[in-house]
Nanobody
Framework: QVQLAESGGGLVQAGGSLRLSCAAS????????MNWYRQAPGKQRELVAT???????AYGDSVKGRFTISRDNAQNMVWLQMNSLKPEDTADYYC?????????????WGQGTQVTVSS
């Protein structure tokens, strides 16, 4: 089992920055894929960023060039650096860990942290 705890959310003005942190505990394997998702009221949950154990990263089109995901396997930590924030970035942000357990992926979720971007 993996437990995830996010922190770093809050209120920020458009153009500002926030850094979200996620601490993982429990049975954490180095090959776990770490992700950040977000969901705004009335909208579907979307993948914001992902990073695998080899350091490969990918981003949703709406955040490319503005957000950066990173991880430290020794500390079981993952971060999301968010720059040039826009009001449309307002959402609940969730840390996610995914591990392949036959026959498919098993997902673990944090409790979420709120990000509000004002104009």
């Amino acid at each position: 089992q993996v437990q995830l705890a996010e922190s770093g959310g809050g209120l920020v003005q458009a153009g500002g920055s926030l850094r979200l942190s996620c601490a993982a505990s429990g049975t954490v394997f180095s090959n776990i894929v770490m992700n950040w998702y977000r969901q705004a009221p009335g909208k579907q949950r979307e993948l914001v960023a992902t990073i695998n154990s080899g350091g490969f990263t990918a981003y949703g089109d709406s955040v490319k060039g503005r957000f950066t995901i990173s991880r430290d396997n020794a500390q079981n930590m993952v971060w999301l650096q968010m720059n040039s924030l826009k009001p449309e970035d307002t959402a609940d942000y969730y840390c996610n860990a995914a591990i392949f357990v036959s026959p498919g992926w098993r997902n673990y979720w944090g409790q979420g942290t709120q990000v509000t971007v004002s104009s």
